[in-house]
C-alpha cells in the first residue's frame, strides 16, 4: 500500500512539472488534488488492510502525498503566472525612449516670457494690464493720438487697412492697429482718473522681415494720468523699470525727440553695466489734444506715456542678432530658452 502511495505521489509530482500552461495545471489540480482525485481514491483501499497500524501508517501518507502535491500545483500555478504576466508586460510594451531624454512638457516662447515678466514687472510698480482690439478705427489708431487726416507722422505707420466695420468705423476707416497707443484712448474714455496701465499686445505694419524689423511684432504701452504729473515722474518711472526689469547695474536716461502724441517727447536708452547705451522707445507727456480726445481736461488733468517692443527686449535681454530667429520654430533655438 505505501509502495503504490508513493508512486502515485511521484507520477502526480512528475505531471505537474511537465505542466506548461495555467489551463493544464487546472486540470491537473482536478484530477490529482480534488476529493475524487487519484490519491483520494487510495483511501478506498484502507479498509482492505489487516491492522489499524497498517491503516494509521497508509491514510497518513495519503494525506502528506496530498499535501505535497497541492504545495507543488500551487508552485507551479505560481511560477507560470509570473511568467503569463512577464509575457504580457512585455507584448504591451510601449517604447518611451523619447520622451525621457527631455521633459515632455514644453515651456513658453522666449517673446511670451519677455511679455509675461514685462507684466509682472509693471504689476509691481502699481500699474494695471489692459488690452485692447487688434482690428482698429483710423480715428482710435491716428486722429485721436493728434496725427490727423495728411498728417505727416503717419508716414511713419505703414498701414494695413481691412474691410471689416466695426460699430464706431467707417468703410475704408479700419485697419490692424499700428502700435498699442489706441488702448490709451479707449482707457481715457472708459475709465476716470486717476489711471495707471500698461498695454501690451501684437500690433502690425507693413514692414520688410529684416534683422531688426518683423511685419507683426508685439508692444507694451505705459500711461499715466492723474493731477500734478511731470516728467521727474516719467524719468523716475522708467528708472524704476530698467532696474527691476533688466537689474541694478542698469541705468536709464532721455533724449530729446518728437512724438506727435506727446509734449514735450523723449527717446529713452538704457545703459548696460559695460557702459554701451542702447535705444529702447520713445516717451513724453501725453499731448493736451490726446487728452482732450480721451474726454479728459488737460487743465486739470497731466500724464505721461512711454512704449517699447517687446521683441527687442527679448532680443536685447537674450543677445539674439536676428528678431526673425525668434519666429521660424527652429527647436534648436527655441529650447535654449
Known sequence: MLTDITAARDAALTQIAAAATLDEVALLTTRLAGKKGELAQLKTKLGALETVEEK????QAINEAIS???DSLDTQREVLSSAALAEQVESERIDLTEFTKRPARGHAHLVTQAWERLEDVFIGLGFQVVEGPEVETDWHNFEALNMGDGHPARGEFDTLFVDHIPPEGNAGETLLRTH???????TMLESEPP???????RVFRRDTPD?????VFH???CLVIDRGITMADLAGTIEAFTKAFFGAGFNSRLRPSYFPFTEP??????????????ELGGSGMVHPNVLRAGGLDPEEWSGFAFGFGIDRMAKERHGV???REMYTNDIRFIEQF
Open 195 to 201: 489711471i495707471y496701465i500698461v498695454a501690451p499686445g
Open 180 to 186: 498699442t497707443s489706441p488702448v490709451q484712448i479707449r
Open 265 to 278: 517727447s523723449a527717446e529713452f536708452d538704457i545703459q548696460r553695466p559695460n557702459g554701451e547705451w542702447i
Open 211 to 215: 534683422a531688426t524689423h518683423m511685419p
Open 321 to 323: 542678432e536676428d528678431i
Open 56 to 59: 494509521k501508517a497508509a491514510g
Open 219 to 221: 508692444q507694451i504701452e
Open 68 to 70: 505535497t502535491v497541492g
